[in-house]
């Protein structure tokens, strides 16, 4: 039986009343008690809000798919209610076994009464319903196919019709041990899952013959095999309780240029050992954390939808009441070089974009141009210009020609020409690239482009 959208069907009174059932019933620490648990569950569960379509939403029953607290919030409110429902049931299964919404069973009595139990189950709260499938000879069950041969219960390794085996290529920007790992966890899983040692030998031919697809040696393959199956499947079968570990990670993104971190850490270990404070600081050697670099799919997807295409052009006020920028906007959609050309702004910014390229412009001179590049948000970064011209600043150049004679912060204008840019080298190569077509080098106050020839436009 599987429970039909578990997470988003339980109602908070329900699951949060589960939750406090478990507590009481547990040794825990008198510090925490039962009900300041729940209080934080509860709001967890009716604090979790998202948005779309620049509307923002509250859920209002259920838990989050995806949060921490689910899994184990899920758990304990089916735990609750198939215990409740369990109690009462004259004919019962021979046996009932769960992983968290996946429910697996052995009926022993006839179909008609196992049809009449499910119906019962189904009907037994309000916001559950479970689907049921079964058969007499053959089931499967998460990735195990589960089967009757001679009396006994025989397993094998299930994959669903979708599974293309799409493990990681030999040539992935994955460190060398994760993608070994990966070639004997999964040895592993089908020496653990499989009854028959045949059976279990046929799958791991297939097996072999998608890593090797996935360009990793024959040999390779064979050999973490054969280390896998060479542990006792009934050792497998143990269960083995994770020891906890105090060690401080060094978490860095992944390169292959970066392994022989590793052995300075090694080297390493000698000096905080002997040190009686960096011992105490670290009781454990500090280990080295991997994290993904980004991926294809990290860097052309957003989670967000793109904004309508009717939102103006150019740039707005943030509208903060704080925002000393605000009042300096220009909300200009085109800018004009000094040959007349007319260049539109693309895209749409305020006070608080980041990593923009900017014009400041001066209301009284024509000249009086200054295309700048900050990874800040704009009005931060204003801050620091409207400092040089209250100081008179000479040595900067709109501290300077703000603080001419006739002039004030009341000629400031500023707008944003290109935003969303990813590092500083496309930002000062859009930086270089305004200041070439707005000519604020002989004809603005742009003046020290010194380390900016080096820039070239993406693609140029």
């Known amino acids: 039986?599987?429970?039909?959208?578990?997470?988003?069907?339980?109602?908070?009174?329900?699951?949060?009343?589960?939750?406090?059932?478990y507590l009481q019933e547990q040794d825990y620490n008198p510090e925490y008690r039962p009900k300041d648990i729940t209080d934080l569950i509860h709001f967890t569960l009716t604090h979790n809000n998202f948005t779309f379509n620049n509307q923002h939403f509250l859920q209002t029953m259920?838990?989050?798919?995806?949060?921490?607290?689910?899994?184990?919030?899920?758990?304990?409110?089916?735990?609750?209610?198939?215990?409740?429902?369990?109690?009462?049931?004259?004919?019962?299964?021979?046996?009932?076994?769960?992983?968290?919404?996946?429910?697996?069973?052995?009926?022993?009595?006839?179909q008609e009464s196992l049809i009449e139990f499910h119906q019962k189950f189904n009907s037994h709260h309000p916001s559950i319903r479970l689907s049921l499938e079964y058969s007499s000879t053959n089931i499967p069950f998460l990735d195990t196919m589960i089967s009757i041969q001679k009396g006994k219960i025989q397993t094998t390794v299930y994959k669903k019709p979708t599974d293309q085996h799409t493990y990681l290529h030999k040539t992935s920007n994955h460190p060398k041990h994760t993608k070994k790992a990966v070639i004997y966890s999964q040895a592993i899983r089908y020496h653990r899952i499989c009854t028959e040692e045949n059976t279990r030998d046929c799958h791991l031919t297939n097996l072999k013959k998608a890593f090797t697809q996935q360009?990793?040696?024959?040999?390779?393959?064979?050999?973490?095999?054969?280390?896998?199956?060479?542990?006792?499947?009934?050792?497998?079968?143990q269960y083995r309780r994770k020891t906890p570990t105090n060690r401080t990670p060094l978490v860095m993104t992944y390169h292959p240029?970066?392994?022989?971190?590793?052995?300075?850490?090694?080297?390493?270990?000698?000096?905080?050992?002997?040190?009686?404070?960096?011992?105490?600081?670290f009781p454990e050697p500090p280990i080295l954390a991997f994290r993904q670099a980004p991926n294809l799919a990290n860097l052309i997807t957003r989670s967000k939808l793109p904004q309508p295409q009717n939102t103006p052009k150019g740039s707005r006020p943030c509208h903060d009441k704080k925002c000393k920028t605000c009042p300096h906007i220009s909300t200009i959609s085109t800018i004009t070089t000094p040959h007349n050309r007319a260049i539109s702004i693309p895209g749409s910014y305020s006070c608080t974009s980041r990593n923009v390229v900017y014009l400041i412009q001066c209301t009284k001179c024509p000249d009086g141009r200054y295309v700048g590049e900050t990874r800040q948000q704009l009005r931060t970064r204003m801050n620091a210009h409207r400092k040089s011209m209250k100081d008179r600043n000479t040595q900067l150049p709109v501290g300077a020609h703000f603080s001419q004679e006739g002039h004030s912060l009341s000629n400031l204008s500023v707008l944003i020409l290109k935003g969303n840019l990813h590092n500083t080298s496309q930002r000062r190569a859009y930086e270089l690239h305004f200041i070439n077509l707005l000519d604020t080098r002989d004809q603005g106050l742009n003046t020290d482009i010194g380390l900016l020839i080096h820039y070239n436009l993406p693609g140029n």
């Open 1 to 21: 039986m599987d429970v039909t959208s578990l997470y988003t069907n339980i109602p908070h009174q329900d699951g949060i009343h589960a939750c406090l059932a």
């Open 62 to 110: 259920g838990t989050a798919m995806g949060t921490k607290m689910a899994p184990q919030y899920a758990n304990l409110f089916m735990s609750h209610l198939e215990e409740d429902f369990l109690k009462n049931c004259t004919i019962k299964p021979l046996l009932y076994l769960r992983y968290i919404d996946d429910i697996f069973i052995i009926w022993s009595e006839n």
């Open 215 to 237: 360009g990793h040696s024959s040999r390779e393959v064979d050999h973490t095999f054969e280390r896998a199956t060479w542990i006792p499947r009934e050792e497998l079968l």
């Open 257 to 281: 240029s970066l392994e022989p971190i590793r052995k300075i850490l090694k080297k390493l270990q000698p000096i905080l050992e002997k040190d009686p404070v960096l011992k105490k600081i």
